[in-house]
């Protein structure tokens, strides 16, 4: 089956009930379709590694895919899906790139750490604008100490609930692969309540353009352990 067949990403796309159904969660849900949207490029074959890593991201994998098999028994789209899972794993090409590869350079936006150098626990977000409840149910208020941001997106961080307090802003950048890494400085670090996550759609004539510099310590932020200009 070619990566290029698309008729479950348009489905995802175009039907939220189904993208709710084949996540069996809402949050889960709205993280793949902000995904898929980023990324008009991803076909079928990319959606089945979107709903592991994201399984595998909220740490429940198995228990996932388990309740997506589950799920297809009542539902013929899903048991669509289930069979092309089933086509995949039979065949010999890679299906999955390595999860810390996924997480540290991502495709599309943020994945956040509870320690420094994109270490500790983690959650993705998408694009949008997230409060205090939903990043503490996924990993904790006050909590983060670093994060990945993919090529293309950006975020401003508020100490705060309600999109209040003090700011700093990552702007988005379209130099690199993607997967820029940041330490929190002091004011931010284990501080941010809040944050509004921001995509840049992909320019291809314009793919070496850089919109944003980087300004270091003095907003918020420095480059992780692995990055250009890293200092502990």
């Known amino acids: 089956m070619a990566n290029k067949d698309t008729t479950f990403v348009d489905k ?33 074959v990319d959606l089945v590694r979107l709903v592991q890593a994201l399984f595998e991201k909220k740490g429940i ?13 009542h539902n013929d789209d899903l048991f669509d899906f289930k069979a092309l899972i089933w086509a995949i794993q039979a065949s010999p090409m890679q299906l999955r790139k390595p999860f810390a590869e996924d997480i540290l350079s991502p495709t599309s936006g943020v994945y956040v750490f ?5 270490q500790g626990k983690h959650a993705g977000f998408g694009g949008g604008r997230h409060d ?10 006050d909590a983060i100490s670093s994060l990945s941001i993919a090529k293309g997106w950006g975020i401003t ?38 944050f509004i996550i921001t995509g840049v759609p992909r320019d291809p004539s314009r793919k070496n353009q850089v919109t944003s510099t980087y300004h270091g310590s003095a907003t918020g932020y420095t480059p992780a352990e692995g990055q250009k200009g890293y200092s502990d």
Request: with cysteine; proline share 1%; aromatic share 6%.
């Open 157 to 194: 961080l508020f100490t705060a609930a309600g999109f209040s307090g003090d700011k700093t802003t990552i702007a988005p950048r379209r130099d690199g692969v993607g997967g820029d890494r940041y330490n929190l400085t002091d004011g931010f670090d284990n501080a941010v309540s809040s």
């Open 132 to 141: 205090m409840a939903d990043i503490a149910r996924q990993i904790g208020n």
């Open 12 to 44: 995802a796309l175009e039907d939220k009930a189904f993208a709710d159904q084949l996540m069996g969660d809402k949050a889960l849900a709205d993280e793949l379709i902000a995904a898929l949207l980023a990324d008009e490029s991803l076909g079928d």
């Open 61 to 73: 994998l198995q228990e996932g895919m388990v309740g997506l098999a589950e799920r297809a028994n």
């Open 114 to 118: 509870t320690d420094r150098n994109c």
